[in-house]
């Protein structure tokens, strides 16, 4: 099956952005701890000049992430005129994100539970109870049953994530059927919905980005030349910045201008190299916060100051510190443990 590259290098910067957007949780209000405050302080932080933008709205990532999951999914099911079994589906999708989502919430718990003894107050999330460690458990700690943010937090957005590739695996065959047509309908009714304030949540907000995200799809595959792809892409990026800051104009643009460069990406080497960055988005998205959780534990008990936070070799180390850990983990447990679970359900 045909790997986009130029959608490894997006999935790689996204996820770096989230991670700059949440350097933050080092000060205060996020860390308990700090008498440094970030929007005190933000801007005299590392690299600010170049990377404001990034921290200040980094988390925007996040919804680039839903765009370009409904433009996978599609590529790899719609692609596939055969019938999925539900259990082919589900198995493949608890094979990939379950084992890190379970060993970084129990070592967060770990973490958490340390911190409390120690210090008498838990670092950067203060929600760490048994009723949504359960949630966690379950993969369902942001479907509305949670008062909040808990054990390691950005687990929320894979949470919803689920909830969506439920509600696709139901429209699979509808969308098989009707193609470009249904999903321009099902995503005008989502926007109805939303715009109407019937039911207010973010599985909404979520699935619009994912569904744009398999918009995208059709459209590219209409097969006209690249370079129309490419100046259709910046000219919504343009607009979306045009006036009030437009997410869902945004985020689907951007995944179609990296599918427009992928063409241009011939080098087997190059090709290699995005497809390695690719693989550490999940460990980078779900590992940084226990990571910091680890640092802010050991710099409080070394009594080390929190001005080191703003340090740009500590900057520096910290993202590359970041990087050979999701990388290790990639390599020696997300891949394992991915292939086992599937042969062993097989």
């Known amino acids: 099956m045909k790997k986009y590259h130029g959608i490894e290098i997006l999935r790689f910067f996204t996820s770096i952005s989230v991670l700059i957007y949440h350097y933050r949780h080092f000060f205060a209000p ?3 701890s700090s008498n440094l405050n970030y929007f005190d ?3 005299s932080l590392p690299f600010y000049n170049f990377l404001g933008l990034i921290y200040e709205h980094g988390i925007f990532g996040v919804h680039v992430f839903y765009t370009i999951s409904g433009f996978v999914f599609a590529h790899i099911y719609l692609s596939n005129q055969e019938k999925i079994p539900a259990k082919s589906f589900f198995k493949n999708r608890f094979a990939r994100l379950y084992p890190l989502h379970f060993f970084t919430l129990i070592l967060v718990c770990i973490l958490q539970f340390y911190s409390h003894l120690k210090f008498d107050t838990f670092q ?3 929600i760490n109870d048994v009723y949504h460690f359960f949630l966690n458990i379950l993969f369902i700690s942001s479907w509305g049953f949670e008062n909040g943010h808990s054990f390691n937090a950005p687990i929320w957005s894979v949470s919803v994530e689920i909830a969506i590739y439920i509600f696709f695996f ?4 509808f969308i ?3 193609k470009i047509f249904f999903v321009i309908l099902l995503s005008l009714l989502l926007l109805i919905i939303d715009k109407s304030k019937i ?3 973010l599985f909404l907000e979520c699935a619009r980005l994912f569904f744009s995200g398999t918009l995208i799809y059709y459209l590219f595959h209409i097969k006209l030349n690249n370079l129309y792809y490419f100046i259709v892409a910046l000219f919504f990026l343009l607009i979306a910045f045009i006036g009030n800051f437009k997410t869902f104009i945004f985020c689907p643009a951007l995944l179609l201008f990296f599918v427009s460069i992928d063409t241009y990406i011939k080098s087997e080497s190059y090709q290699l190299f995005f497809k390695k960055l690719g693989n550490l988005t999940y460990s ?3 590992l940084h916060l226990p990571v910091q959780i680890i640092l802010l534990i050991m710099f409080k008990q070394l009594q080390i100051s929190e001005l080191v936070f703003t340090n740009v070799i500590f900057f520096i180390l910290f993202f590359v510190l970041l990087i050979f850990i999701a990388n290790y983990f990639f390599k020696y447990y997300e891949k394992p443990l991915n292939e ?3 042969n062993k359900i097989k």
Not at 170 to 173: D, M, P, T, Y
């Open 170 to 173: 139901l429209l699979l065959s």
């Open 124 to 126: 950067i999330i203060e």
């Open 176 to 178: 098989k059927k009707y």
């Open 41 to 43: 302080i933000s801007s």
């Open 284 to 286: 980078l998205y779900l």
């Open 340 to 342: 086992l679970i599937r």
């Open 30 to 32: 996020y860390n308990s």
């Open 199 to 201: 039911y207010d949540t």
